[in-house]
């Protein structure tokens, strides 16, 4: 969290903020009801109007088009036909960390002022789509980082790597904003499609994606998922993506003893990338739903949740029923869902068990889920963290979290310049702890159902009294005790 703010004039206009009108969009999900084949002619008068369709996964449709020329009400009215289950909007989903300055003088003042000091504002230019490296050999030694890495000395990982460092079989999927896939200490986990062909322009495994690597950036809707990060000083002003994909995929599954950076709570098991959120902080449960298919349809065992909102969207009132199915799907094919627990209102956490906002989708009674609360070196909640005795199941390391960053780097530091330093907090950095945890031990018990998994995650968990009355399991991750339990 901010720990001191750079002090600035207020003098600067608020209107310095305004922004161009934009066209109003309605983007709407629809549902087929099941077994009912889709009738594509259902939206023949919308599409007259403007509408742009695009099918989804198996039953889903999604529907844009400008509200000036297709109204709410039109789109609704599609729910009255019965070969239709429902008609709900595309919500938006979220990174659950915000570092801007949230006052808008002080913010109108901070851009003012990197207006009148053009090396301060002077960012070093982003990368897009680099070209996937092959994973490159490995050496053996000690990882010179692991001491900084608070949270794996915690929860006993070196401990637990004496009976597994992980299967390269177990694949762990990463939905977030992408993943630096030429990072030294990510590239050789990361997981490699088997059944496809590189580079050579062909669905070779006939999955719909064309040369998925490593995963699939359902954002730009191309085959290189990349972390695309913002530079400090547009975080701190608009907000975005600060690499927060990396930083999650650090804590699952660096590889670790190969005398580079940091370990990973799996050290061995694999990465797939798969990004649906984009360099804004943003993406939508259309995107959501692709993303988690993809996980589940190439094999992820395990899918590490770093994202989600207070309630389903407070200006809507109604629940994100696409979300809530495409989860149920991960528990029918059981592919265990990690998730953050929150990180509450402005920053401050409740209990996700009467709060009429709850964090979702950590917070969904889907006994697939697996929700994660943050702590800090002293087993206290981070300020910022959700909690619930019967909607947040364990507590991880989740406050000045060390880890992978984009651009071959590592941090516990968000932005560290000019007096201003944020690190990494979040219940975000909570969870790929849990979700390594998870990979580490299906991997030594690979005979294990989700349901076994989950239980010892949560049976082996060291009782805290920050979390007595607070989580199902009353405590934090024992990465020690779970590989004896």
Request: glycine share 10%; aromatic share 8%; proline share 5%.
């Amino acid at each position: 969290m901010v720990k001191l703010l750079i002090g600035l004039a207020l003098a600067a206009s608020a209107n310095a903020f305004a922004a161009p009108t934009k066209e109003v969009m309605n983007d709407y999900l629809v549902k087929f009801t099941p077994g009912v084949l889709q009738n594509m002619q259902l939206f023949s008068g919308l599409a007259a109007k403007g509408a742009q369709i695009e099918p989804l996964i198996d039953t889903w449709i999604r529907i844009q088009a400008p509200a000036n020329k297709i109204s709410k009400e039109q789109f609704e009215a599609l729910a009255t036909d019965p070969s239709i289950e429902y008609v709900q909007p595309n919500y938006t989903i979220r990174l659950l960390e915000d570092f801007r300055i949230q006052d808008p003088l002080r913010r109108a003042a901070y851009t003012m002022t990197l207006k009148r000091n053009p090396e301060m504002a002077a960012a070093a230019p982003r990368q897009d789509n680099p070209a996937i490296p092959d994973a490159p050999a490995q050496k053996n030694g000690t990882d010179p980082d692991l001491n900084k890495q608070w949270g794996m000395k915690d929860i006993g990982a070196a401990e637990g790597w004496k009976v597994t460092r992980g299967n390269p079989e177990m694949i762990v999927a990463v939905l977030d904003t992408g993943v630096d896939y030429t990072h030294e200490d990510l590239l050789p986990n990361m997981w490699r499609n088997p059944r496809e062909i590189p580079n050579n322009g062909v669905d070779d495994d006939n999955n719909g994606y064309v040369d998925d690597i490593v995963g699939w950036d359902f954002v730009a809707n191309d085959n290189k998922p990349y972390d695309l990060a913002v530079s400090w000083q547009e975080l701190l002003v608009g907000g975005g993506n600060p690499g927060h994909g990396t930083h999650c995929a650090g804590n699952v599954a660096a590889r670790g003893g190969n005398s580079l950076g940091i370990s990973g709570v799996a050290p061995n098991v694999k990465i797939m990338a798969l990004r649906f959120i984009s360099e804004k902080g943003a993406g939508t449960t259309a995107d959501a739903i692709k993303a988690i298919r993809y996980a589940i349809d190439n094999g992820a065992k395990i899918t590490s949740n770093s994202w989600g909102s207070e309630g389903e969207d407070p200006s809507e009132g109604a629940e994100n029923k696409a979300l809530r199915d495409v989860i149920q799907y991960s528990q029918d094919h059981g592919s265990l869902f990690i998730a953050a627990a929150g990180n509450g209102h402005s920053g401050v956490g409740y209990d996700n068990d009467t709060d009429k906002n709850p964090g979702v989708p950590a917070s969904y009674n889907h006994d697939i889920i697996v929700s994660v609360a943050a702590l800090d070196v002293r087993d206290q909640l981070g300020s910022f963290s959700n909690w619930g005795l019967k909607t947040v199941d364990i507590g991880a390391p989740g406050v000045d979290v060390y880890s992978t960053t984009v651009g071959n780097k590592y941090n516990n530091k968000v932005i560290d310049v000019g007096g201003l330093e944020v690190t990494w907090d979040g219940t975000s950095m909570a969870t790929p702890h849990v979700a390594g945890a998870a990979a580490l031990y299906w991997s030594a018990h690979p005979e294990k159902s989700w349901q076994d998994v989950k239980a010892a995650i949560l049976g082996s968990a060291k009782k805290i009294n920050s979390l007595n009355n607070k989580a199902v399991s009353g405590g934090k991750l024992d990465v020690k005790a779970l590989m004896s339990y």
